[in-house]
C-alpha cells in the first residue's frame, strides 16, 4: 500500500514538473517574440530618424545615400536585429492605374509595356482597372467586373478602390501563383497618384517607361547613375541610352514619399519580422501601415 502511494506520488509530481516546464517555455516564447516587436518598433524610429535627416540635407533620393544601406547585423541580448530601407517609388504603384476615378493611360501604357518585358500578356491590364474602378462595365473585352467574379467558388467582388498591399492582385481574373510570383518583385500599392523614382528604379521599370530601351542601354543609364545620380528629370531624359526612346515622363520624379522598412529581429532562436509603410513630406513623416511576416 505504501509504495503505491509513493509511485503515485512520484507519478504525479513528474507530471506537474513537466507542465510546469512546458508553461515556462511557452512564457519564454511570448516574452521573446514581444521584446523582438519592440526592437523592431525601435528600427522603425531609427529609420524614421535617418529619413528626416535625409530630407534636411538634400532634395533627392538616391541608392547611393545612407538611408539605401542595409543595416548590418546588430547584435542584442540574446539574438541580433537587421533592418533595410527600401525605396517603394522604384517600383510600379498599380493604384495609379486610376486616377480622377479615370483609367490612366499614361500609366496603363507604363505597366503594360512591363508586363510584356516580364513574357506576361498586356491584356492583363484591363482586369486591374476594372479592380480599380468603381463601375461595373468592363474595360476591353478582357476585363473582369462583379459578374465573373461572383460565378466563382466562393463568390466574391472586385473591390472598386485602392489595393493596400500587392497580395490581393492573386484575386483578380487571369493572375494565377506563377504569374503573381513574377509580378510582385516589380509592383508596389501605394496611396495613389505616386511618381516614379528614375534613381531608383530597376532595369525594367525604366524599360517600361522608355520604349524602345535595350537591357544593355538600360544598364548603362544605371551604371552612370551610380556615379551621378539624377538631379533632375532633363538630366535624365538627356541620357544618352534614351537618345531614341520615347520616354513616358508626366509621372517622374528624383526624389521619394514611400518607403518599405523590413526588419528582422531574433531573439533565442525566435524571429519577427515587421515590414513598415513610411511616409515621408516635408511637413511630416509617419507610419502608414505595418504588417508581420515576410510579405508586406
Ligand atoms: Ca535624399
Ligand atoms: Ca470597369
Redesign the pocket.
Known sequence: MALLVMSLVVISTVALTSRQHLDIQRTTHLLNQDQAYVYALGAEQWALWILQRDQQSNAVDHLQETWSQQLPFLPIPGGHIQGQLIDLQGYFNINNLIQKDQPHKESIQIFEQLLTLLDLAPTLSAAF??WL?T?????SSD?A?DTFYLLKTPAYRSAGRQFTSPTEIRLIAGITEDIYQTLFPFICTLPGPTSININTANQYILRAIADPLSESEALDLIADRETAHFNNIPDFLNHSSLANAEVLSKQLSVSSQYFLLMTQVEIDRQVVHLNSLLYRAPEKIQVLLRSQGIFY
Open positions: 482597372i476594372d474602378d463601375d461595373q462595365s468592363p474595360y476585363g467586373e
